[in-house]
């Protein structure tokens, strides 16, 4: 019987000594706490995070916890100043691993021995391909068959594959999701092996690409068991090669590698003392199996235990307590003492992984993996233990339980002191899911350019960490607006570094210094707030707005660089400027500058550019004037070769002013000639001049924005382009069948089989039955006639 939930009491959070510099949302007292670290002089943060479960390629939607965590942990060292011991696990060993492992090892070998498509392939493949639709879709008849399962399926399950719920009623859930899934996947394998030719290489990697899935657990079902369990390689091959792919992913977002990484294969030992020692201490127990169990009823008679502290309401959820069982929910047997008690240590089945114990070959129940990792690096109590929300319960619970009947104590032992739990992300409403193959991951998302490490981290700041996040077209939309608006800030004051405002105005200076405080008290307050990042995006943003509607001839340089370096801090504390030093002085973000090789040349031909329009627009651009302009840049004849392009730009528009010269032009040519210069070849190189009034142009790199406005404009100008040449050739058409209309005589245009009798000018008398015309329809007809008559005239005259 279950063991009824307690009232929890309120979890011991640490009181400050003075007023706290920051709160957080702990998920251990569903409330905001003052943030205080274990260590004495409150310098040292011990914390613990998550890791992946290595089998396959991390997604957008890994990319939100981990991205996420790297956002706390940042402000927490760089803006707060905290010295931070952070440890990252990886997930090597788990049920789903060692399925994949074994799955993906079994398909090797069958493909090694099955280098072309034989008839026993295709056999093989058929009785893989009933075996799957008979266990995942059971909607269809018994006499399924490649043949005729498109048909048969689109039948049973058209409401599912409408977009709909099974039962054609509700909305669908995550059971239809799954339902979809496996008809795409046997739909693939239809495809596969009515392929017309299975003969060349190409065709026999399509094949067995197409057919995985149907293979992989029915090679599984048929040999998985034979597998050695002391050879660990079947199962670390896979997951170290998803280890690498997901530091890869990681660092291309620009997430800073973990202090310390712990991997649950290196820990066999340490885990068997471990649960040890908590048989010893009287809340585990051993079955004749050789499993181990944590007995949550011993457990919670001892004063001050207390079971399921993050999600109380979820202790007797059978469901999530099967998930975090994996295999061994499936299992029937009278020795669990409590339905709720959870696995430390498994038994090993035949094909499975094993490590010895005192209590036989096994392995490491999942949620014992991350109790082992963190205590040994962090010891019997840390500060922090953070990720995804969907880990709170069973997986965090029991490792507190686990952990804390550890290191028992006298009234109870505490763990951890702050659980944060990062909110899910969903797109168009759906929860990313690898075992419902629905994701999108990070790597084929950054090659596709549908994100960057930049706009990614964006998004989720513009979220809050604890929140769930929708993706949603608005959201994409504001931000890039939030990137474009400060990067076009950026702009601005790095050009304040080649053309200086020389006036300045105390008043103006006095009045942005005064928002300025303003925006960093702003700041401050949301991020100690629980590190509100929304609202201090919002205050950034704010920032920029009071800066561009000052009035900049009367803003002195040096406010406008405090405040741009203020703007540069922050961004590069949230992650938003690669390994940027935040504290370096510097100003901006990757990808507002040109090149190192570029700037002489492109700002000397940027400066002539300038005073040619000025003085063409003015109409004084005489020889004299020209060659003065042109006598400031002299390109020499060597340069480096990457300054090659930017320096024969420069060359090209001086001699190309020369020419103008000596063939004396107007005004018109020689701005002509400016905006080709901006337009086509600074553009070229990636190089934008933006003019300005009354202020010289500002160099800037053709960024994303750009060239989407140039793309924009572009497509209208096609758009008029086509719209006119299909006008013209509407007229043209037009013309054509009225001059064609013009050559027919009006006497013989109604000698038609419509009429039986016509006059002397050939209007009809009579219709095709011999009845006399009716007066009406020959009044119409008389006005045909004469229109045709004038046209045929005109045809005469011509």
């Known amino acids: 019987m279950a063991t009824p939930a307690r009232t929890q009491p309120p979890w011991k959070v640490p009181q400050p000594s003075s007023a706290a510099k920051l709160k957080v949302w702990n998920s251990l007292t569903r409330s905001k706490n003052d943030f205080v670290p274990i260590d004495p ?31 706390l942990r940042r402000i927490l ?46 056999n093989t493949t058929i009785q893989a391909f009933d075996a799957y639709v008979k266990k995942n879709l059971p909607l269809l008849s018994s006499e399924v068959n490649i043949g ?30 799954k339902i979809k899934m496996h008809l795409r996947t046997a739909s693939t394998a239809v495809t596969s092996l009515l392929a017309p030719s299975k003969i060349t290489p190409e065709d026999v990697q399509l094949f067995f690409s197409g057919a995985a899935d149907v293979l992989l657990p029915y090679l599984d079902s048929l040999y998985g068991s034979s597998i050695d369990a002391c050879d660990h390689t079947v199962f670390t091959k896979l997951t170290q090669k998803y280890e690498a792919r997901f530091n890869e992913d990681m660092r291309s977002l620009n997430v800073l590698d973990p202090d310390v990484v712990t991997r649950v294969t290196e820990y066999g030992d340490q885990i068997v003392s471990f649960v040890d020692k908590i048989i010893k201490n009287g809340f585990a127990y051993q079955t004749s199996d050789g499993s181990v169990y944590f007995d949550i009823e011993s457990f919670e008679k001892k004063e001050g235990n207390h079971y399921a502290r993050l999600e109380p309401w979820n202790r007797n959820d059978t469901g999530l307590q099967a998930d975090g069982e994996g295999a061994l929910s499936t299992l029937k047997t009278s020795e669990k003492r409590n339905d709720s008690d959870f696995a430390l240590w498994k038994s090993s089945k035949p094909g499975e992984p094993a490590w010895q ?198 803003l002195s340089d040096a406010v406008s660089f405090d405040v741009a370096r203020y703007i540069t801090r922050m961004v590069r504390i949230f992650g938003l400027d690669g390994s940027a030093d935040p504290y370096d002085g510097g100003i901006g973000w990757a990808g507002i500058d040109i090149s190192s090789a570029a700037k002489e040349f492109v700002y000397a031909v940027s400066r002539e550019r300038d005073e040619v329009r000025q003085h063409a627009i003015a109409g004084d651009l005489s020889e004299d004037v020209l060659q003065s302009i042109i006598s400031q840049h002299k390109p020499a004849r060597q340069q480096d070769i990457e300054a090659v392009p930017y320096a024969e730009v420069l060359s090209a ?21 400016c905006d080709e210069l901006r337009d086509t070849h600074l553009w070229d190189l990636g190089i934008y001049l933006e003019d300005r009034e009354n202020a010289p142009a500002m160099v800037r790199p053709v960024d994303a924005e750009l060239q989407a406005a140039r793309d924009q404009k572009e497509a209208i100008v096609r758009q008029k382009a086509e719209a006119k040449r299909k006008r013209e050739l509407d007229e043209a058409e ?31 008398t009579k219709d095709k039955d011999g009845a006399d015309v009716p007066k009406g329809r020959t009044k119409k007809l008389k006005k045909e006639w004469e229109k045709q008559k004038k046209l045929f005239e005109e045809h005469l005259n011509a």
């Not at 001699?655 to 103008?660: E, F, I, T, V, Y």
């Open 41 to 71: 002089e409150g310098k040292e943060v011990k914390w613990y995070s998550c890791g992946p479960t290595v089998y396959d390629d991390a997604h957008l939607g890994h990319a939100r916890n981990y991205v996420t965590i790297d956002i």
């Open 77 to 122: 060292a760089h803006y707060y100043g905290y010295k931070l011991k952070f440890v990252q696990n990886i997930t090597d060993v788990d049920d789903k691993i060692i399925l994949r492992g074994r799955q993906q090892h079994l398909l090797a070998k069958f493909k090694a021995e099955n280098p072309t498509v034989t008839e026993q392939v295709i």
């Open 148 to 177: 005729n399962f498109n048909q048969e399926s689109a039948e049973k399950y058209a409401s599912i594959i409408q977009g709909k719920s099974l039962d054609g009623v509700g909305p669908p859930t995550e059971k239809e999701a």
């Open 357 to 554: 114990s005192p209590w036989g070959p096994g392995r490491p129940g999942w949620h014992i993996e991350c109790s082992v990792m963190a205590s040994d690096v962090l010891g019997e109590q840390m500060d922090i233990h953070s990720g995804g929300i969907d880990l709170c319960f069973p997986h965090h619970d029991n490792e507190l339980a686990q952990s804390e009947a550890y290191w028992q104590k006298d009234g109870g032992a505490q763990w951890v002191n702050y659980f944060l739990h990062m909110g899910h992300l969903s797109i168009s409403g759906s929860k990313m899911s690898k075992s419902l193959k629905n994701f999108t991951t990070i790597r084929e998302a950054l090659a596709r350019k549908d994100w960057n490490a930049r706009s990614l981290r964006i998004i989720f700041l513009l979220g809050g960490w604890h929140d769930g996040i929708e993706i949603t077209p608005d959201l994409r939309k504001a931000g890039a607006s939030w990137e474009s608006y400060v990067t076009n800030f950026f702009y601005k004051v790095r050009d304040l570094e080649v053309h200086p405002n020389i006036a300045s105005n105390a008043t103006e200076d006095t009045k942005i210094l005064a928002s300025f405080e303003s925006a960093k008290e702003k700041v401050h307050n949301a991020l100690a707030d629980s590190i509100d990042t929304p609202t201090a995006m919002r205050a950034i943003s704010g920032l920029i707005t009071e800066y561009n509607s000052a009035d900049k001839t009367g």
């Open 653 to 673: 528009f001086q001699k190309n002013l020369q020419n103008l010269a000596s063939k004396q032009a107007g005004p018109k040519e020689y701005l002509d000639l």
């Open 734 to 764: 037009k013309k054509a069948k009225l001059a064609e209309q013009a050559k027919i005589n009006p006497k013989d245009m109604f000698k038609t089989e419509e009429y039986s009798a016509w006059d002397e000018e050939g209007l009809p």
